[in-house]
């Protein structure tokens, strides 16, 4: 069985001896997965820059090509003047077309860009059966990205559900929020795609006893890609300026991700709080617990989310959480510390409620218990049952025409 993975968002990675690389989306545990579906060809894009073999193995998941086929394709998206080149979405398109002809079961995760939609289309000229992942919400990821992303908002937006609702299978990673707003006609399981270790007692009798023992300075963080707007962090560095201003100063901003952050450092600079804020870059998953362990809040400002992984992962690790209440973070937080998306006030509000320690330990123990309904072993085995069935079903109608 040949099994095709497309996603348009993630890139794969080069350093220069050759190794390859991916973002903390996906973990040998991730591919593993879908490997165990068949021979795997994992499709993405590639990134232009070739990276000295101890920054990526620094920053990066490192892959093992030699259990998967890896399909490079161009980047049509950085810079972004090559989405207009003809000749390379051609290119791009064609190598696509290739692989779904290929392959005898075709998973699409993310649908909303140029290469996992030009996959779904080929799944219907070639009759291949095929999964959908459904990972967030077209409208806010666009309307919250640029002033262009406003602009096609709307069509993405239509055009997720027209794929969604014709997908002979889904897979969502919410309960409720992307099933509501992407309904499908065909087989459906709601299952995180977060990968946690076994919840550890200890981990929750050790941030219980930093917060006894009291502290003057609180570290706060944030995981999401700096250089992407509807992440939200500005609004973090808004809401310390706003603390600052009232002569708190108590909280330490880490932000962990990939990207250069200098319009997140710039604003930190001109509003006065750069010597909160602290770039940590890019983290490879198996650094991810060490870096929660250090912080004593949680805070995910993004304007655009699914079922936010890092939001989960935080939680296993026994630190309080505040969040946007968007996509299906409502699912995962308490109603007491969400606020609205680029709300300053509400973070800075969140800020010093969760400041207190009484508060504090409420929550790490809510969170905690919380983090229990992604115990990695259910999740893996409905995942695991439902994928099967996926693959091995015979007669398959292929994604609608």
């Known amino acids: 069985m040949k099994v095709l993975f497309v996603q348009g968002g993630s890139r794969w990675k080069f350093d220069t001896a050759g190794a390859l690389y991916t973002d903390s989306n996906f973990s040998e545990a991730v591919w593993e997965r879908y490997r165990a579906l068949g021979d795997l060809t994992v499709l993405l894009r590639r990134e232009d820059k070739v990276y000295d073999p101890r920054e990526a193995a620094a920053r990066f998941n490192r892959c093992s090509p030699g259990q998967m086929a890896c399909a490079a394709l161009p980047d049509l998206y950085r810079p972004a003047r090559r989405l207009l080149n003809p000749a390379l979405r051609r290119q791009v398109r064609r190598a696509i077309a290739r692989e779904v002809q290929a392959a005898d079961r075709v998973i699409v995760r993310s649908p909303g860009n140029f290469y996992t939609n030009t996959a779904l289309a080929c799944c219907r000229r070639y009759r291949r059966p095929c999964l959908v992942e459904v990972t967030g919400f077209a409208w806010e990821g666009s309307w919250y990205h640029s002033p262009a992303?406003?602009?096609?908002?709307?069509?993405?937006?239509?055009?997720?559900?027209?794929?969604?609702?014709?997908?002979p299978w889904a897979v969502y990673v919410t309960q409720k929020a992307l099933q509501h707003r992407y309904p499908c006609q065909g087989e459906t399981l709601g299952c995180s795609d977060v990968e946690l270790a076994p919840l550890d007692p200890a981990v929750l009798a050790a941030r219980l006893a930093r917060i006894g023992a009291g502290q003057k300075t609180l570290v706060i963080g944030t995981a999401g890609f700096l250089d992407v707007a509807c992440k939200g962090q500005r609004w973090v560095i808004e809401a310390l300026a706003l603390l600052r201003r009232k002569g708190d100063t108590r909280f330490r901003?880490?932000?962990a991700g990939a990207g250069t952050g200098r319009a997140l450092l710039d604003r930190a600079r001109r509003l006065g709080v750069a010597d909160q804020v602290r770039l940590m870059g890019s983290l490879p998953r198996h650094r991810m617990d060490a870096w929660y362990d250090g912080l004593d809040i949680y805070l995910h400002p993004s304007a655009s989310e699914g079922l936010c992984r890092s939001i989960v992962e935080a939680m296993s690790r026994g630190v309080p959480v505040a969040c946007t209440r968007a996509g299906g973070n409502p699912e995962l937080a308490n109603p007491a510390f969400l606020f609205g998306r680029r709300d300053a006030a509400g973070i800075a509000a969140a800020l010093e409620r969760l400041a207190e320690p009484e508060a504090r330990a409420a929550e790490v123990r809510r969170s905690f218990e919380a983090a229990r309904a992604f115990d990695s072993q259910a999740l893996d085995r409905a995942?695991?049952?439902?994928?099967?069935?996926?693959?091995?079903?015979e007669d398959q109608n292929p994604c609608a025409d």
């Open 253 to 255: 901003y880490q932000l």
């Open 383 to 393: 995942r695991k049952d439902f994928y099967q069935a996926f693959v091995h079903e």
């Open 149 to 167: 992303g406003k602009l096609l908002a709307p069509w993405r937006e239509l055009r997720c559900r027209s794929l969604v609702a014709r997908a």
